[in-house]
Structure formats: structure tokens, C-alpha cells
């Protein structure tokens, strides 16, 4: 049986948790003290930069980075021609500083780098997503398929979209009425309508519109037709959750939904705290023996298998497929449960055998087939390494849960503390070099301290021997962790 849970009886995270039965498939953990999710916020903004040859321009939308808007997902209407002639009516150069021009987040900005936006803007609904500015698009969820797909095909025409507007029907969308569909259509018309006045009346930069309903927005992006049961565990949304399905008139969904009463918490009671753990982890362990190891960094995802104590099978070729089929199972539910998005690299066990590779390719194209992000897979090099796309759909568990180490300032490690004291060695005899300098003081951990003062001490006294005018001077310091210091110069 599938289930949604939602776990709400802390004040500062409500954590929803997809399970077929007692295995997590799916994750999504909302936190009152993280930033507030910016992707799909509409802003009104400013052109502050040009760049020809990134053909691009950087946009100022009221955040602390510009955003990044590329030529292609620049409206025509924006680009005005210089003279009549139609092969310079989508040309950069037709773009201006200061250029007010609306806005809706692709992607949130990650690191250093700025947020993705687009002027493509697109509203989601509960059956349909409409896009008031790209009337090229009339699609289909590619989730919905045989005969429910011809029928929402000759729906669409019905539907009467306004003229130079498109839609994308949405996976709940399958199985609904015209009725229900042009309700749904309506609604976001009137919202449309909402946000092109205030887009009219607000002076850039500025936000013009942002879902601020978590339970809404998680309702559009995780609720699917195939969930058997729906529990709440926090009276309050419980009430808003049906009060809200009542609206929509979604009744087979209403009747769904039950709250929770047991003494045992609602994630303990069916056993998926541990699972929930799990994706905090570097390591996850495999029934088999082996092992996977998750590293993120800015560039890309890297993940590598180990076989580790899997030792089972008979020769090393089917010890190596039978890992990587087992481990491509696991990856599927993490990239999902972590929403690991953006480039991803999975280093497989060595394999000698072509057609074991494409067991490998073929199966993770399957296993990947029913996520709701758009992946791109690629073939296993012959090093072993398998290159894929997860789409970015909203920041993932680790960007969302985690802040930087202030001890390695995100890097992971930290300098031992013999190279770090040698190092500081190095850098008070540069300064000692220097003219006019009087006095160093190095303000240092007391472990560097000791090491520094104890086994290190002729060599300070060597420095300042040859340099006689300057004094140098370890001051240690609990409240400062390897590898910080502070050096501190004293001038004539």
C-alpha cells in the first residue's frame, strides 16, 4: 500500500515521507529556519549587465546575486528590433541596461553561483500548468500514457486556452473531467490576472509572487493519483488538508485522508526513521555486502560502488554486475529521497563484459523512469564512469538541512597540526622580511601553540635574531579551531 505521511508535530519542520508499505521512496523536509524556497517565484526586474558573449544578460531581481537569464529564455516581446529586418529581432544587442523585464526562477542559485530565471513564466495548477507568455507549448505529461492520453489529447482543444497562451496537463490531470479541467484553467487565469497588475503597478527590482503555502505547494508536487492513504499527524493541517481537497472537489483523495492518533510517533510506527537517516549519510551499506559513497560538491555528484564484502558469486564478472544491479536500485531511491540534482557521475565496479554494461545502462533507465525529474543518462566509459542529469527541482536535503563546517569551511578535512604550524613557521619568516614590521603576534589554537613554543622554539628565536628589530609573539587561543589563526602586524 502507498501512503503519504506527514509529520508536522515539531514547530520548525514538517517533513513529508512517500512509503510502498514500510520503505521510503520519496522525501521532502520543509525547515521554518532555512531560506525560503525561491524556484518559481515571479519577480520584476532589472537588466544590469550584458554579456555577448555568454549571450546572456544578468538580471537584478531584488536577491543578493543577479540572476542569469540566457537569450533563449528571453520573450520576444522584450527584444525590440532596431529595424525591420526578422533575423535581428532575437539578437541580444536589442536589449538595454536597466531594461525592466519579468521574471520567474528556473533554478535556485546554488553556492556561487546565481539563480537560472526565465521570462517564460509558468503557473502551476492542480491538473494543468498554464504558460501565459508561451503559447507554443500545448503538452502532455509524458507520465500519462495509452488510452488516458488520447483522451486528454482531444480535451485540449476544448479547453479554450486564450490566445497566445499553452498549457502542459499534469499528471493528476489524467483521468479528470473538462469541467474539472476549465475550473482548474479558470483559477489560474484569475491568478494570472492578479499578478499582471501588480506587475503594472511595482517598480523593479521587486517580488511580484511566491507560493507561500508549503502544504499546497507540496500537495501539487508529490500528491499522485496511485496513494492509497493520505496521514496527518497535526490536527491543524489535517483540517486545512480537507478543507482544501474540498474545494477541489477531489473526494476520492478526501476520503483518503486520515489523522493520526497513536502514542507511537507517526515516522517510528512505521518504521522509517532509520531509512530517513540514511540520507544524511556518506555511506549507505548494501544488503549484499557492498557499498555506495555519495559525495556532492559544487561541480557535479559523484558516486561510487564497492563491493566491498560481497564476495557471494563465483567469478569476479558476476560479483561486479550483481553489485552494480543491486547498487542502481539504492541510487535510484537516494537521488530522489536527497533531490540530487544537476550532473552526476556513478563510478561501477569494473565490468570486462559489453552486455553486462548495457544490462547496467538499461536498468537504471528503467529504475529512473518513474521520477518526476527530468534525467538524461548516459553510456559507461571505458573507465568505468557513467555520466547522467537529474533536473533540479527544488534544493536538495543537503542544501536544504546542513550548514558549513566551521571548523573546515566546507572542505570536508582539516590541515594536521605539524603542516599547519610549519606553514604558520613559513609565513611569520616572510613577514619578518618585510620593512618596517616590529612585532608578529600569531594568534593560533593551543594545540599549534604548544607545538609552536615546545619543538619550534629555536627556530622563532633564529627569526628574530636575524631580523633584531622584530619581536614575535604565540598568543594561544581555545576559542579558535585548527586550521584558523590570526596574524596580527605591528608597524613603526
Same mark, same amino acid.
Given at each position: ?23 521510503? =521512496? ?32 544578468f538580471v537584478n531581481y531584488g536577491e543578493n546575486k543577479n540572476g542569469f537569464l540566457p537569450i533563449k529564455e528571453i ?20 536589449? =538595454? ?21 526565465? @521570462? ?40 479554450? +486556452? ?8 499534469? @499528471? ?22 492578479? +499578478? ?12 511580484? =509572487? ?20 493520505? +496521514? ?5 493541517? =489535517? ?21 493520526y492518533k497513536r502514542k507511537i510517533p507517526l515516522f517510528s510506527y512505521f518504521q522509517i526513521e532509520s531509512q530517513i ?45 550483481? @553489485? ?169
Amino acid at each position: 500500500m502507498k501512503r503519504m505521511l506527514i509529520n508536522a508535530t515539531q514547530k520548525e519542520e514538517i517533513r513529508i515521507a512517500l512509503v510502498n508499505g514500510q520503505k521510503l =521512496y520519496d522525501l521532502n523536509i520543509e525547515n521554518s529556519k532555512n531560506k525560503k524556497k525561491k524556484k518559481s517565484n515571479i519577480y520584476k526586474g532589472k537588466i544590469t549587465r550584458i554579456e555577448q558573449s555568454l549571450e546572456a544578460v544578468f538580471v537584478n531581481y531584488g536577491e543578493n546575486k543577479n540572476g542569469f537569464l540566457p537569450i533563449k529564455e528571453i520573450s520576444c516581446k522584450y527584444i525590440k528590433k532596431k529595424n525591420n529586418n526578422s533575423e535581428n529581432s532575437n539578437n541580444i544587442s536589442n536589449l =538595454y541596461k536597466g531594461q525592466e523585464i519579468t521574471v520567474q526562477i528556473n533554478k535556485e542559485e546554488r553556492g556561487n553561483k546565481g539563480a537560472f530565471l526565465t @521570462t517564460y513564466i509558468s503557473l502551476i495548477g492542480n491538473y494543468l500548468i498554464l504558460m501565459p507568455n508561451n503559447p507554443k507549448i500545448e503538452g502532455i505529461s509524458k507520465k500519462i500514457e495509452g488510452t488516458s492520453r488520447l483522451k486528454i489529447k482531444n480535451i485540449i482543444p476544448l479547453l479554450n +486556452i486564450p490566445k497566445g497562451m499553452g498549457v502542459i496537463i499534469r @499528471t493528476l490531470g489524467a483521468d479528470k473531467s473538462i469541467k474539472a479541467l476549465k475550473w482548474d484553467l479558470s483559477l489560474i487565469l484569475k491568478h494570472w490576472k492578479y +499578478i499582471k497588475k501588480k506587475i503594472k503597478k511595482k517598480k523593479a527590482p521587486y517580488l511580484i =509572487y511566491q507560493e507561500n503555502n508549503i502544504l499546497i505547494r507540496i500537495f501539487k508536487n508529490y500528491l499522485q493519483p496511485n496513494i492509497d492513504q493520505i +496521514i496527518i499527524d497535526n490536527k491543524k493541517i =489535517y483540517k486545512r488538508i480537507k478543507k482544501y481537497l474540498y474545494k477541489l472537489r477531489e473526494f476520492i483523495l478526501y476520503k483518503k485522508i486520515t489523522f493520526y492518533k497513536r502514542k507511537i510517533p507517526l515516522f517510528s510506527y512505521f518504521q522509517i526513521e532509520s531509512q530517513i537517516e540514511l540520507a544524511f549519510n556518506k555511506q549507505i551499506r548494501l544488503p549484499s555486502g557492498g557499498i555506495i559513497i555519495i559525495e556532492i560538491t559544487e561541480a557535479l555528484t559523484a558516486i561510487d560502488i564497492n563491493s566491498s564484502k560481497n564476495n557471494k558469486s563465483i567469478d569476479i564478472e558476476t560479483t561486479a554486475l550483481n @553489485t552494480n544491479l543491486e547498487a542502481i536500485k539504492e541510487i535510484t531511491k537516494q537521488l530522489k529521497i536527497r533531490n540530487i540534482g544537476g550532473l552526476i557521475v556513478i563510478d561501477f565496479i569494473d565490468m570486462l563484459l559489453k552486455e553486462n554494461k548495457k544490462i547496467i545502462v538499461n536498468k537504471l533507465k528503467k529504475t529512473t523512469k518513474k521520477d518526476k525529474a527530468k534525467i538524461q543518462i548516459g553510456s559507461i566509459s571505458k573507465f568505468g564512469l557513467l555520466e547522467m542529469s537529474r533536473q533540479r527541482i527544488n534544493s536538495s536535503l543537503r542544501d536544504s538541512n546542513y550548514s558549513k563546517c566551521y571548523k573546515c569551511d566546507g572542505n570536508g578535512i582539516i590541515r594536521n597540526s605539524e603542516s599547519l604550524s610549519l606553514s604558520i613557521l613559513r609565513i611569520i619568516e616572510e613577514e619578518s622580511l618585510k620593512k618596517n614590521i616590529t612585532k608578529i603576534k600569531i594568534v593560533v589554537p593551543i594545540k599549534i601553540a604548544s607545538y609552536l613554543l615546545n619543538k619550534k622554539r629555536n627556530n622563532i628565536y633564529n627569526i628574530e635574531k636575524k631580523n633584531k628589530k622584530i619581536k614575535i609573539i604565540i598568543l594561544p587561543n581555545k576559542k579558535i579551531n585548527i586550521p584558523k589563526y590570526i596574524i596580527i602586524k605591528t608597524k613603526k
